[in-house]
């Protein structure tokens, strides 16, 4: 069994801000029902663009639930420039730690976020700059590079547990192991 | 919290009558069995009649029964056994629905030692493809490995059919039957396999023991080279209260065959039909005719296994999910992918496996339970909206 942390058990048997937020000017999706999870997230932003309620709807695993339950929590308050510095981090310091194997449940919070902002904005999310590397979960050289660097990642394992990027077909694991060893040189 | 247990393809409970026979050779009994004295040849005695009663339940002689430490050791040491037989064959088939123990092993053996591995696929309803199986047959090929059961769905391989076709072709049949000793008749003489892998904890005995059978006449080599023991197949002192146990729980498991075809079966398929009947989008994973008695792979659209176990959890219910996120990797199960199973139904997928200690009741308790939990899951679902999958 997974080493859940109280808080993380807390906010999946107890999720805050669940549902669909009715008066939402802004919504961000990621993942989809292939991966094994996916969050969508609806936010109000008043005029000053302060994020004045949060809500989310999750598929997926228990810390995939917690850790969208505790993004809507940390982000009620805040600015939308407060919010876009946000990092998955910050949602897995909340819930005091996620096991190494989900921290991509976290970073799918921070992903979602970044597209509610954009989407309030206006912004089209451009094609994600770099290449695709991982096909089977749509991840870029950029993205695992950027990954490596500022989590200090090691293996291609610890990039699958960070961006699933290799975990599914594994056909990429040789690309992404190049990508580590390009950081780390 | 009363414990509902439904994990039985996971591991089993110690039967009470196989611990009352383990308990004098953890204490007064402890002499080992080759031993030269009366003491230790208490435990060779019994050991003796452990060896006969597992032998009984697969219709084996007791010569044709070595003692392991586990399942995946009887499957590592038959194959290797097999490639050793064969030095010159340098193909193996085995599916691609296998145990790990299988599975890796043949990717092992592909990656590091070259040999051409032929993995069969399944259908939908994980049934295996023999036209695949007996067109791959080549005098290239050393071993044929198949399980006669699988874990995660229950289907069963018709290894009698399969043993019919390979044989007087100077292939080797090796069977991983861990999940249907117990459940369904295994005869291995009328089955004709070579080798044949089974585990104690899968039928009430305790974990790390287990047995390799093999067929007399079949060239073996040892994976543990030592002592004499198991007549020079298996080196080490022999863990005797377990093979005890093992001895006492395959005479039980032979004893309860038939309640496993009666009141296991219709437990589950009354838990089946109620799931069925009470929850939307929700379908059995596997052929339901050609499936062990016991086993109920069941796949819920829109919602993730994990989140379902451990709301179970909290109702006391132990199933088991073939979902990446129980398991640390992160694509749903290999068997449920090999059955094409579509990601909608297979993240959400749901094993409950029973044992003849469940009752009606229990079935009821988590009949109860799961409805509630299915409805909160899909509730905060993106995918699931006005009752259906979107």
Known sequence: MWDYTDKVKDHFLKPRNVGELKDANAVGETGSLNCGDALRLYLKVNENERIVDASFMTFGCASAVASSSALTEIIKGMTLTEAAKLTNEDISDYLGGLPKEKMHCSVMGQAALKKAIANYRGVQILEKPGQVVCECFDVTDLEITDAVKKNGLKTTEDVTNYLKAGGGCGKCLDRIEELIESVNA | ?390
């Open chain 2, 1 to 390: 919290m009363k414990i509902v247990y439904t994990d039985n393809n996971a591991t089993t409970k110690v039967a009470d009558e196989v611990i009352q026979e383990m308990l004098p050779y953890f204490g007064e009994l402890y002499g080992n069995p080759s031993s030269m004295h009366t003491f230790g040849d208490q435990t060779a005695k019994k050991i003796k009649e452990a060896r006969q009663r597992v032998a009984d339940l697969i219709n084996a002689d007791p010569e044709e029964i070595v003692f392991t430490s586990c399942g995946t050791e009887s499957d590592n040491s038959a194959v290797y056994s097999a490639i050793n037989t064969y030095p010159d064959k340098k193909h193996i088939i085995t599916s691609n629905v296998e145990h790990p123990a299988i599975n890796n092993l043949f990717k092992l053996l592909k990656r590091t030692k070259g040999y051409r591995v032929t993995f069969v696929p399944v259908d939908k309803k994980g049934l295996l493809n023999l036209d695949v199986l007996y067109k791959s047959l080549s005098d290239e090929t050393a071993l044929v490995s198949l399980m006669w059961a699988n874990n995660e769905t229950g289907v069963l391989f018709p290894i009698k059919e399969i043993a019919q076709k390979i044989r007087g072709k100077g292939i080797l049949l090796h069977t991983d039957a861990v999940q249907a000793a117990g459940k369904v008749l295994v005869d291995v003489k009328a089955s004709g396999v070579d080798m044949l892998s089974l585990s104690g904890h899968k039928i009430h005995a305790p974990k790390g023991v287990g047995v390799l059978y093999i067929k007399k006449g079949i060239k073996f080599s040892p994976f543990f080279i030592g002592g004499h023991q198991e007549k020079g197949r298996r080196g080490g002192t022999e863990n005797a209260a377990s093979i005890i146990g093992l001895g006492k729980a395959a005479e039980l498991a032979k004893a309860h065959l038939p309640v496993m075809e009666t009141k296991v079966r219709e437990l589950r398929d009354y838990l089946q039909n109620q799931l069925l009947e009470k929850i939307l989008s929700c379908s059995v994973n596997g052929d339901l005719e050609r499936r062990l008695p016991n086993t109920l792979s069941i796949g819920f659209d829109a919602v993730e296994g994990e989140s379902i176990l451990l709301m179970l959890d909290r109702e006391g219910i132990c199933a088991s999910s073939g979902s990446a996120c129980t398991s640390g990797s992160l694509d749903p199960s290999h068997v449920l992918m090999a059955m094409e199973v579509p990601f909608k139904s297979a993240h959400g997928s749901i094993r409950f496996s029973l044992s003849h200690y469940n009752t009606r009741e229990e079935m009821d308790h988590i009949i109860t339970a799961l409805v509630p939990v299915i409805e909160r899951l899909r509730a905060m679902s993106p995918f699931w909206k006005d009752g259906k999958l979107v």
